[in-house]
T-cell receptor, first 111, second 113 residues
């Protein structure tokens, strides 16, 4: 069963920031928050991960609340190519076989 | 460039035939995984391997078999015992311990007719 909760779908206007929320209220102290995305008929693509500090890379920013029970993935300037299913996963980085991909959030970027 | 390659991208087989899906990585990752994805669903783990010559069943291993004779390769065989083999199959790899996440292949879409 999924340990995270995400909205089923979201829309975002092209050029605007896309903010994708995720609840992970049962996350444990050694579990990271990972975000992946899957464009139709392709393999999932790693986006970003974090433990407790906010993180930023060339693709996105990750904001984790102080109690670590929720996080937000931010795509600062969404493009049509960002249309995909986004998965939020909490997992222990030091155990293999620990990523559970639920149904994610289907983000549609609208022209 | 390092990566993970699945072949073929599309595969058609007749019911009752075994079929083998290829997965090769040149990332020097110790762990490799096979997932199945059905339309509108998340990914379900079939098998995984953390080291050469060793592998473990995932959540839906029945009707599937794997081998891990080389670090770079983790082929999946879909046997005739698999009741609903038509699906999108994804292979992934990772280091065993560490926070760097998984690298996925582009997938193989298997259709059994």
């Amino acid at each position: 069963d999924a340990k995270t909760t995400q909205p089923t779908s979201m829309d975002c206007a092209e050029g605007r920031a896309a903010n994708l929320p995720c609840n992970h209220s049962t996350i444990s102290g050694n579990e990271y928050v990972y975000w992946y995305r899957q464009i139709h008929s392709q393999g999932p693509q790693y986006i970003i991960h974090g433990l407790k500090n906010n993180e930023t890379n060339e693709m996105a920013s990750l904001i984790i609340t102080e109690d670590r029970k929720s996080s937000t993935l931010i795509l600062p300037h969404a493009t049509l190519r960002d249309t995909a299913v986004y998965y939020c996963i909490d997992a222990d980085a030091f155990r293999a076989n620990n990523l559970f991909f639920g149904t994610g959030t289907r983000l549609t970027v609208i022209p | 460039d390092g990566g993970i390659t699945q072949s073929p991208k599309y595969l058609f087989r007749k019911e009752g035939q075994n079929v083998t899906l290829s997965c090769e990585q040149n990332l020097n990752h110790d762990a490799m995984y096979w997932y199945r994805q059905d339309p509108g669903q998340g990914l379900r783990l079939i098998y995984y391997s953390q080291i050469v010559n060793d592998f473990q069943k995932g959540d839906i291993a029945e009707g599937y078999s794997v081998s891990r004779e080389k670090k770079e390769s983790f082929p999946l065989t879909v046997t005739s015992a698999q009741k609903n083999p038509t699906a999108f199959y994804l292979c992934a790899s990772s280091i065993v311990k560490g926070s760097y996440g998984y690298t996925f292949g582009s997938g193989t879409r298997l259709t059994v007719v």
